[in-house]
């Protein structure tokens, strides 16, 4: 029945085949006067640009990101086979370099279907009409569009060469999963590049163009399978091959990537989001500022941010990252073995930054969508160091200076000690290395509220609040906090001689064509001296006893590293900052809901010292600047007289006028003028007492500065106190005296 029909039609067409080919000339010619006007569908001016995804790759050349509205790798027509640009022509296109776009014969056919179908069923797109399509309009089945898909493939036509068009169709073309043009398809389904597809495997892929859904060979082989079939028998048929390569092509064994496993997620690598959005974030802000210019006009920023993204998406970029591949790996690692036990409610953070550069290396957010690296979040006591380093930077203290650890009230504010212990008169090393929360306001207290929180900005810090102006922020209770990013480049100050280096992701971005339109020197990153390199150079000291003998042993490494914890309220909030020269990190762990963790900031440190063991020993970082460990209690327990003393006013030193201190033993020096000693003297003469040959009553301490007691022992009593202790000892009692003289007489007689 079927048949037939087609013969009935077959004969129609035949009959009036003169009229119906005037008829449709003429019709299209009205149609494309009619529409030359129409500047919509003048594209004299148009200047093809594929849409091309942008990449984006770590500083050891591993792609980390793909940006894109449609994913699509472009290549030139020289490098895609040519029994690839054979089939495509054969089952779309054969008259494709014959006919000026549009094929009238096909044309003719489909539109006395679609009359008797009364729909439109059968297609007649040339591969010019199926480009104009996909460049210019939508998928709608409507006459209109038809219309100007005609008239714009002419255009394309008088515009572009047709090896150049059909170089377009097979980067434009959809071929299902998402990506677009036979190089993407090819990586997906196959696993290789276009131009090492063999015959049967091309086929496959032209295959898909027809129906990407139905023929998705990862769902749907077996229709994939017939569908290359039906290709490769269309190549034979026009000459292409031979009957016996196409069969021969059938029996090949094709491998289809069930998933293209490449360690991506989406359109990032897994553990590489949050990195890959603060380059987004970047390039957002540089094109947005390009668009401004260009336009010359004001644009509302919505739509000036809409813009620049889909540039971003569409230009075909290449971006180059600061991240270490190989750093950020062993981050994801460590973060990953380390939140282990903290509860399911646990997330953290991870940010390693070059401090000579501000590069950052690694860049962790969490397991959530949520940039927790990027997310201010109150910092404990690790923002005690900024401002101790501010207090000896201005002369006003040193890492000897004493100060008293007792509680205190400072207006109303009662800050207390971790567990309610006070440690008496202690040096701000110490004060520091053991995180004592009253010794360290006070040293706010001292340096000025203002001042102290000038200098916290001058580390980089930008969350600072206007409540924050209070001296609970010395312990680290802001209005916002800081961010993991931030605090990392505040403690590369301190890594960096004094140096603040503003932290960057992108080192550079080319174009398509290979031209560099954007670099680190394009970006104004701020350097600025924070610190004196001698105070950089002392706090960096302290911290490194914080790690070797402090809060922060469970961080410890091979080679001295310097770093502070911190812990927040109910602890929400589990911090460590540690450096060595070559690299500075922050490990934050907590979650988004302000909920109690399973542990304390030990934990923290325990993932870096992990995270930097791996580092050191895969030699990921130079280990020139690094100095191996020792000893980490190199330590001496010292009296001295107190700062406020004055030897010269005062008759002799008591308990009150000391205090016994811990400090390191190169130290010693510093403090060797003011250093005391406890002496046992013999009370009555003022010499040094030794026990058997001074009188008991005698015994006395006496404190002296160091090296200015008595030196000459108490070594003889007075003579009358020999004889009258011998007379003492040796003289009979009055009963031995009696019996002695009872015993004389009676023997007398």
Not at 516 to 522: D, G, K, Q, T
Not at 536 to 561: C, F, H, K, P, W
Not at 601 to 610: H, M
Not at 707 to 719: N, T
Request: glycine share 8%; aromatic share 10%.
């Amino acid at each position: 029945m079927e048949i037939q029909r087609l013969f009935q039609l077959r004969g129609i067409i035949m009959k009036y085949k003169k009229i119906i080919i005037f008829a449709v000339l003429l019709g299209v010619i009205f149609i494309l006067f009619a529409s030359c006007s129409s500047s919509n569908l003048n594209i004299s001016s148009y200047e093809y640009r594929p849409k091309e995804k942008s990449l984006i790759y770590s500083a050891d050349g591993e792609l980390i990101g793909q940006l894109y509205n449609e994913n699509r790798t472009y290549v030139e027509l020289d490098k895609i086979p040519k029994h690839i640009q054979e089939a495509v022509i054969a089952v779309e296109d054969s008259r494709f370099y014959s006919h000026s776009g549009f094929d009238i014969i096909r044309l003719i056919k489909a539109i006395f279907v679609d009359i008797k179908e009364r729909e439109f069923k059968e297609g007649a797109s040339t591969l010019t009409q199926q480009l104009a399509k996909n460049l210019f309009l939508t998928n709608e089945k409507t006459i209109t569009r038809k219309i100007k898909e005609l008239l714009l493939s002419l255009q394309l036509e008088r515009k572009y060469s047709k090896d150049k068009i059909l170089e377009m169709y097979l980067n434009e073309i959809y071929l299902g999963q998402m990506v677009y043009g036979v190089q993407e398809a090819s990586l997906r389904f196959l696993g290789k590049d276009v131009w090492d597809l063999t015959l049967a495997e091309g086929a496959l892929i032209v295959g898909l163009a027809q129906a990407p859904s139905a023929y998705n060979p990862v769902k749907y082989f077996d229709k994939a399978k017939k569908r290359q079939e039906i290709v490769l028998d269309r190549m034979a048929a026009v000459g292409n091959i031979s009957k016996e390569q196409a069969q021969q092509a059938k029996g090949e064994e094709i491998k289809i990537l069930e998933k293209k496993d490449n360690g991506f997620r989406g359109k990032y690598k897994e553990g590489h989001q949050h990195f890959v959005n603060k380059v987004v974030e970047q390039l957002i802000e540089y094109f947005s500022e390009r668009i401004v210019k260009s336009q010359g006009r004001d644009i509302d920023r919505e739509e000036i941010e809409k813009l620049a993204l889909y540039e971003i998406e569409n230009g075909g970029y290449k971006i180059y990252t600061t991240l270490n591949q190989a750093i950020q790996g062993q981050a994801l690692i460590a973060m990953k073995n380390g939140i282990k036990g903290l509860g399911v409610i646990a997330n953290g953070a991870l940010v390693s930054i070059e401090p000579s550069t501000g590069k950052v290396l690694a860049y962790y957010g969490g397991v959530r969508d949520i940039d927790m690296a990027n997310k201010p979040r109150r910092p404990g006591s690790t923002i005690k160091p900024l401002y101790y380093a501010g207090a000896i930077n201005e002369g006003l203290i040193n890492g000897n200076t004493i100060v008293l650890d007792e509680p205190a009230d400072f207006n109303g504010y009662k800050p207390k000690n971790y567990g309610n212990k006070y440690f008496g008169y202690v040096t701000t090393r110490e004060a520091l290395v053991n995180s004592l929360n009253v010794a360290s306001v006070k040293i706010m207290n001292y340096l000025g509220v203002d001042k102290a929180l000038e200098y916290i900005k001058g580390y980089g810090i930008s969350t600072i609040a206007k409540e924050d102006y209070q001296l609970a922020t010395g312990l680290g209770g802001m209005t916002h906090g800081i961010t993991p990013l931030e605090l990392t480049s505040a403690y590369g100050v301190i890594a960096n001689k004094g140096w603040y280096k503003e932290p960057y992701f992108i080192e550079k971005v080319e174009n398509s064509n290979g031209d560099i339109i954007y670099s680190v020197e394009e970006q104004g990153l701020k350097t600025e001296q924070v610190l004196l390199e001698e105070t950089s150079g002392q706090i960096e000291d302290i911290l490194i006893d914080v790690v070797s003998r402090g809060t922060g042993t469970s961080a410890r490494l091979s080679y001295y590293n310097g770093g502070k914890t911190g812990t927040t309220d109910n602890k929400k909030d589990l911090w460590f900052v540690g450096f060595v020269k070559p690299i500075v990190t922050t490990i934050w762990l907590g979650n988004e809901d302000n909920l109690e963790l399973n542990g304390g900031s030990s934990a923290s440190a325990k993932i870096y010292k992990n995270y930097m063991n791996n580092i050191l020993k895969n030699q990921l970082i130079k280990k020139d600047e690094l100095q191996p460990v020792t000893n980490y209690q190199d330590i001496l327990t010292i009296s001295i007289l107190l700062p406020d003393r004055d030897i010269q006013q005062m008759e002799e030193i008591n308990e009150e006028d000391i205090a016994d201190i811990i400090i390191p033993s190169k130290e010693y020096s510093y403090f060797q003028d003011r250093i005391v000693e406890r002496v046992t003297i013999d009370s009555s003469t003022g010499k040094l007492f030794v026990e058997g040959r001074c009188p008991e009553e005698n015994w006395k301490i006496k404190i002296y500065l160091r090296g200015q007691g008595p030196q000459e022992q108490c070594d003889s009593y007075h003579f009358f106190d020999k004889f009258y202790e011998f007379y003492n000892n040796f003289r009979p009692n009055n009963n031995e005296l009696n019996n002695w003289e009872e015993s004389y007489n009676y023997n007398y007689n």
